[in-house]
């Protein structure tokens, strides 16, 4: 016999089985959900105003650590997006663009009038009226710009939504997408 | 990433728009040689929304919320700047007291701005810790911002002809409480970053801008001052109350990223004290003219110029007797010292570039419009 090779009896010995059967999964998934929404690493990426809240939201008085949030500065170790801020035609491809470099399982929150519907520059043309034109957004949070608090809130009801995923294989299936229920957090 | 083909050594790399230390959404197109920058190019444009178009669709008090949302980071000034020219063009006096109350707020907001830069800037240069200091006294000014316009970043309190409303009762024994609690924070701070050898290493001589460049490139406010030019708009062509005020006007020779850092840090501490003497010499009295609902200046032209925390704000005006302006220009101190980066940031580290990068303070919002 090769060297790595198994004989057929000594793969069979390792068919055990495990105690309450097939039970084993839902518990599994309740800790990968678990896990999700305790560390909700998001993307450093400021657009305009409301960057400015978003970074008051992290700093000392409301502490976004205390939720698990936690700034990285490149999308390859990020879960969430904050699109905070007007999304110009200049930039959205870019947007776009770091998106998809975020591994899944991902998440969005358009904060700030202007990402969710593009705010008061509506009727201004190089303005992207609001970022679900390319992203799908999980909670729109309102406001110009929001309030710290409310970006929490906002985040609170992400970690609700992770929390009543149905699968641990968001990312792969894709109607998730398309049949995703979006939060909206007034202003 | 493309590698230049001019040049066998050196490499064309993007920096942004997405990259923490940009301070927005700023793209600058760098020739590396190694770890030496050869040359720097700010290609902007990633926030543009034809804000300058879209004023001329509005009514001049319908533009005002607008221009919260310019330099994002003191948006009374811009308030303060557009009122102003709005005033010029239409003959409208503002009464004494409601000056007095629009340099008391704008005094305080350009606290505010600057404790944005000391935390991000400091953030930059790796010294973590200050920006969490630095968020903790902007955290209490915006609580005394907020008790008296409702906001906390966009205000929209200055008003054609007055402001919007009186300070609350105790304001005023408010901010001397949180002055007196910032003072020794500041000297904290001091000990810090100021007298910090690292962070000195990392800000003295490097990133200079001549003051024959600066004056030539149109450079005002800190940059200009830590360059040795004694350029204040308060001073040279004092606006509101400005005039009746004792303050002195912070400048340093060096030209170098520190310079710039001491000047914003002193201009705290002047702040402090026209906001003292305004609470003190503050007069009794009304605080809006009467004016018409519908509010239609003479045709003509006006230009108004302040002293954001950036440099000089200036809004150019044409009416033409209509209730909407025919053009409005903004003259953004951050875009004009975006092209300065060509002459600070040439042969320098990677790492001193993003240095005087953030020495610059440009917010975004005001650079495309």
């Not at chain 1, 800790?31 to 909700?40: E, H």
């Not at chain 1, 970006?151 to 990312?171: A, D, F, H, V």
């Not at chain 2, 005094?107 to 810790?129: C, K, P, Q, Y």
């Not at chain 2, 906001?151 to 002055?179: C, H, K, Q, S």
Request: glycine share 8%; proline share 6%.
């Amino acid at each position: 016999m090769a060297v790595g090779e198994v004989s057929k009896k000594e793969s069979e010995s390792w068919k055990v089985p495990v105690p309450g059967g097939s039970v084993i999964m839902a518990p599994l998934d309740r800790l990968t959900r678990w896990a999700r929404k305790s560390s909700l690493w998001s993307l450093t990426f400021g657009l305009s105003c409301c960057a400015i809240e978003m970074m008051a939201t992290a700093a000392s008085r409301y502490d976004l650590d205390r939720f698990g949030v936690f700034f990285r500065a490149t999308p390859r170790q990020a879960d969430v997006m904050i699109v905070a801020g007007w999304v110009s035609v200049k930039m959205a491809p870019y947007i776009k663009h770091l998106y998809e470099q975020m591994p899944e399982p991902k998440y969005v929150i358009a904060m700030g009038g202007c990402a969710c519907a593009g705010g008061p520059y509506r009727d201004s043309i190089t303005i992207v009226k609001g970022v679900d034109h390319f992203l799908p957004v999980d909670v729109y949070v309102y406001g110009c710009p929001p309030r710290p608090e409310n970006l929490i809130n906002g985040i609170l009801k992400l970690q609700e939504k992770i929390s009543s995923e149905k699968s641990l294989l968001r990312g792969g299936s894709p109607d998730h997408r398309i049949n995703h229920e979006p939060i909206v957090i007034e202003g | 990433m493309i590698t230049d083909t001019t040049s066998r050594n050196t490499m064309t790399v993007n920096f942004g728009p997405q990259h923490p230390s940009t301070h927005g959404v700023l793209r600058l197109i760098v020739d590396i040689d190694g770890e030496i920058v050869r040359s720097c190019r700010p290609e902007i444009g990633y926030l543009h929304r034809g804000l300058e178009k879209m004023f001329e669709s509005r009514s001049y008090r319908h533009n005002i919320p607008f221009t919260d949302r310019l330099d994002y980071l003191c948006s009374l000034a811009n308030n303060l700047a557009i009122c102003q020219a709005i005033e010029r063009v239409g003959n409208v006096e503002v009464p004494e007291r409601a000056k007095y109350l629009r340099v008391l707020m704008v005094e305080l907001n350009r606290i505010a701005s600057h404790l944005v830069f000391l935390g991000t800037f400091a953030t930059d240069l790796g010294a973590t810790t200050v920006f969490l200091y630095a968020f903790r006294e902007r955290e209490l000014l915006l609580d005394l911002l907020e008790a008296m316009t409702g906001a906390r970043l966009t205000y929209n309190w200055i008003r054609v002809g007055g402001m919007p409303a009186d300070i609350p009762e105790g304001y005023g024994e408010r901010v001397i409480a949180f002055l007196n609690q910032m003072r020794p924070r500041l000297d904290e701070n001091d000990r810090l970053l100021t007298h910090n050898r690292i962070f000195r290493a990392r800000c003295e001589g490097i990133g200079v801008l001549k003051r024959e460049d600066a004056i030539a490139w149109g450079a005002t406010g800190p940059v200009a001052r830590g360059s040795g030019v004694n350029l204040d708009i308060r001073k040279a062509a004092p606006y509101e109350i400005y005039d009746r005020l004792d303050f002195e006007v912070p400048v340093f020779d060096e030209g170098d990223v520190m310079a710039r850092y001491k000047v914003r840090i002193e201009e705290m501490r002047q702040s402090a004290r026209i906001v003292e003497q305004v609470l003190k010499t503050m007069p009794e009295g009304d605080i809006q003219t009467k004016l018409p609902k519908i509010f239609k200046p003479p045709a003509g032209e006006a230009y108004s110029r302040i002293e954001s925390p950036r440099g000089e704000l200036s809004f150019y005006l044409i009416s033409d007797g209509t209730p909407n302006p025919v053009r409005i220009h903004i003259r953004a101190p951050s875009f004009i010292h975006l092209s300065l980066l060509q002459f600070m940031a040439k042969d320098i580290k990677v790492a001193d570039m993003i240095a005087v990068a953030g020495s610059l303070d440009p917010v975004m919002g005001e650079v495309d419009r």
